[in-house]
């Protein structure tokens, strides 16, 4: 049980219902029926530019499917969009600026070939901000918050953020000057510009990368209004010491991209061969299935064409049904059907000169008094059908599933394997899932690398035995099994299950069979299109269809039952593609970017210097990193996404919850997919031993009181310094200290701490509380111990 200081700490963030917005009205979707996707159509990822970030947020409304590639350029933001060649003349028609093609069905093909061999209150910091400038000429407008060197391959890297008072009604970049390391004349590095990040409307910071030659030690930026800052640049990622793996520590156990069927095989092999120390868990609730009804739409136009869906699955019958649409070759007939076995036949009525007359909305009629038992036929999407239709050749309905008969077409179970000595709930939990998304084909492969490395050096290395000791481990290798079996035999950019939710009258006849689906990464309960928030769709047809309800799919209600193991305090989410790192708030609204609760200073702090220690651990296999400026908070670094796992985790569970977005696309060469599983894999070990040393951690925090003269005359700059993450409770009025005290903040969207400005001389009290629970002082909040720290608002004349 965690105590009640750990259990505070995680519940910082605030409960869900800390923020509101406007509820989705009914025509929330304004462009998604223009976006329209055929069957057997293919699609292809291509570049999208769109000139910020209000146009990108108005992109992601469409409901188009976009991977997970951000990047600005001096064009604009350029983003990578999963769409057919109907969705492009759909964008284009919208005025969007469709570029090249980056991924087809051509190069998943061959990967499948291989195989088979933040915010309204971020206006509020800016005002803050300007203002506390506006009151001292001798603070600079220009604050850098990071500055970041690293080596990714065989390049140096130098990433730059900073905030400019005037940010956000400038559009001017700013200049980064460089040294070229430790005592050399700054500018002799050379420069660099870096420009303004703007959310829904709403200035954060100034960004930016730039290749260098040389590690620079220090940077300055001259603001367009003629002041200064400087700061020491720090290393991002560095790799020291060994490997944490020990002599003869077993890995690299993937040789190829799996199916979920081959997922699930494999991770109850693993159990079955070591009892002991793992188990299969079957999740309470079944998919779907990978199966459909069997279908055909007869006609061309939409007036005259007869749909017809058989009631049986494809597989159980629905696949036999055939129809056909004759000319009975005689003047004056009246129309009939006759059904022979499940052969359906209609002769279709004809006038006086022996040309047809029937219409498509009698037709359906006719079928479905005399073979009312076997389909059902329907005029398309809603048309009244009054166009006559034409003869139409024998026809089978058909599921057009193409998966082998050794994939199951009935409700999947979904499952996980369940590794540690003990595994009753009495140690910390760590869980990690893939397959939100079915076309994303590494994230289960790092799943599968890991759990073997966690088994095999279970015997041998001493860093696994302590993992396995003192964690219960939860590997969900594919959460999403019909989709992703939909994703390598039928449709390989398939992103949803294969629910299909679509209304009579709509999108349900065949030609809509690859417009199916849930977002099953939308139709989470925190944060979610259904409380207003922006980045899912209401759209049955679109990429990131919500769902009719929060929850409303058996893959999402698996993870939910998933979490609520109270001993779970952290997961990990493998999505592709990226090669991002990121963590909650995932969600805002528009207008406006109300976003949902960011973590506290502590708890922003423990995210980033665990998510150092993965990252490092992913370097460490080719020296390839995840960039700063794609670390961080989903909404920070990304876009909104309203109803994501990661922030149900988080904000209903306590739990911290990272989100992967693995390598650089969904399918890439197996030579790069098998390179990316072993350097994530590297990572997702590291989040156990994240997980371990939390579980281990029995050392209470150290903080201190750091006073500097303050640009105000009779007031002092306070802030307050502490030895690992931690919470600092803190009172000004002299009253004791407790967990209902101010709780220290950070300064700003990826600034740190906060200063506090206090008159000279107040008595400020405080404590401290790591993420593991431990108290500084061991003080008790709740007794009357009064060992809190003490300290005043002083300037030492030394």
Known sequence: MATAAATALLLLAGPATAVTAAAPDDNHEVHAEHLERFADEDASVVEVTVADRTELDELVATGVDLDHHVSQTESGIVVHAVVTPTEIQGLKAQGYQVGKVLFDSEDSEDRVAEREATIAEHKAENQAFTASLARSAAVSDVKITRADYYTSGTNQVLSVE?????????????TVTRDSGPGTAMGSGGTQNITRFVDAGVYLYHRGAATVTARPDKIRITSPTGDVAEVQVKEWLPISGDAPEGPGYQKDFVSSYLTPTELYDRIKRLADQYPQLAEIVELPYKTNGYRRKAQVVLGSANANRVAVDSLAWGHE?????????VNPGAADQALSVSLTDKAIRVSLA?????TPTSTAAQVAAAINASAGSLVKAYTYRGSVGDGVVAPVARTALTDNLKAPASVSRDPH?????RIGKFRDGSKTGVLAYAQEHAREWVPPLVTIETAERLLRNAATDENTKQLLRTLDIWIAPSINPDGGHYSFYDFNSQRRNMTNHCAEGGSTDALARNSWGVDNNRNYTEFSLFDGFSGASTSCTSDTFAGPSELSEPENKNLDWLAQRANIKFSMNLHSSGNYFMWSPGAYATPGRISAPRPTLAEESFFWGASSRIL???K???NLAVTPARTGPISDVLYSAAGNSGDMLWYK???YAWNFEVGTSFQPTWDEAHQQTLEYSNGLVELMRVARDYDKDKKRPTSTLVTKPSATEGMVDVTFETSEPAAVFYTLDGSKPTYESTLYAAAGLREGAETLTVPYGTKIFWFSVDAAGNIEK????????????RGFALISDS
């Not at 004809?350 to 022996?354: E, F, H, K, V």
């Not at 709740?782 to 060992?787: P, R």
């Open 653 to 655: 569970y306590g739990i």
């Open 616 to 618: 490092t651990a992913i």
């Open 162 to 174: 900073a905030k400019w008072a005037q940010g956000q009604t400038s559009t001017s970049a700013l």
């Open 350 to 354: 004809t006038d006086g000169n022996g």
């Open 413 to 417: 179970p979904v499952y996980a394997i």
């Open 778 to 789: 061991n003080y008790r909040p709740d007794t009357d111990a009064k060992n809190w720290n």
């Open 620 to 622: 460490r296999h080719r």
């Open 317 to 325: 019958g629905g696949n036999d049904i055939s129809v056909e649409l």
